[in-house]
């Protein structure tokens, strides 16, 4: 598959989050690139989760298990994947209706690509919001965008790579 089409398979492990879950589900519904699947990986939810989800059913692909944690969530929604590649998004976070096009646009400019990993603006409670680049210092090397070489290392460094920001290549050549 070539990524002038590549299909993004969007995994939301959701536990217990039935008021929050289905904000989640219309930022990915929003987006502006629109070949994607949503997979939602219920946790074993015993809040309602599973019927604030109906009226969706025709537009993602729900899945129940036991309750294992949210790896193991994530986990499954990445074994039921049909995507090139995988996107995460936290139940109770949503995503800018661009988060998709402007990543797979780093793909097709750079196809050695196997990661690219977004900033994110966190909304504390009283309504202040931070950058995360900023507030864990990646501002100070990262600039517009940073090619890294060994991205794990500087995932570990610098601890900014929360799920809901990243795009991973399902399968890296």
Same mark, same amino acid.
């Given at each position: 598959?070539?990524?002038?089409?590549?299909?993004?398979s969007?995994?939301i492990?959701?536990?217990?989050?039935a008021?929050?879950?289905?904000?989640?589900?219309?930022?990915?519904?929003?987006?502006?690139?629109?070949?994607?699947?949503?997979?939602?990986?219920?946790?074993?939810?015993?809040d309602?989760?599973?019927?604030?989800?109906?009226?969706?059913?025709?537009?993602?692909r729900?899945?129940?298990?036991? @309750?294992k944690?949210?790896?193991a969530?994530? @986990?499954?929604?990445?074994?039921?994947?049909?995507?090139?590649?995988?996107?995460?998004?936290?139940?109770?976070?949503?995503?800018?209706?661009?988060?998709?096009?402007?990543?797979?646009?780093?793909?097709?400019?750079?196809?050695?690509i196997?990661?690219?990993?977004a900033?994110?603006?966190?909304?504390?409670p009283?309504?202040?919001?931070?950058?995360?680049? @900023?507030?864990?210092?990646?501002?100070?090397?990262?600039?517009?965008?940073?090619?890294?070489?060994?991205?794990?290392i500087?995932?570990?460094?610098?601890?900014?790579?929360?799920?809901?920001?990243?795009?991973?290549?399902?399968?890296?050549?």
């Amino acid at each position: 598959m070539s990524s002038e089409n590549a299909m993004v398979s969007v995994v939301i492990p959701t536990y217990n989050r039935a008021p929050y879950v289905t904000m989640a589900i219309e930022s990915a519904l929003a987006q502006s690139y629109q070949d994607y699947e949503i997979i939602v990986v219920d946790d074993g939810s015993t809040d309602g989760t599973r019927d604030v989800l109906e009226p969706y059913r025709d537009r993602i692909r729900y899945m129940y298990q036991d @309750n294992k944690g949210v790896s193991a969530a994530r @986990n499954t929604g990445i074994q039921e994947s049909r995507g090139e590649w995988i996107a995460f998004l936290d139940s109770d976070d949503e995503w800018l209706p661009n988060k998709l096009e402007i990543q797979i646009g780093y793909v097709k400019s750079y196809p050695e690509i196997c990661l690219v990993a977004a900033n994110m603006t966190v909304i504390k409670p009283h309504g202040d919001t931070v950058s995360l680049f @900023n507030a864990k210092g990646f501002d100070k090397i990262a600039g517009e965008f940073l090619y890294i070489e060994r991205p794990l290392i500087q995932l570990l460094r610098y601890n900014f790579a929360y799920p809901s920001t990243l795009l991973l290549k399902s399968q890296p050549s």
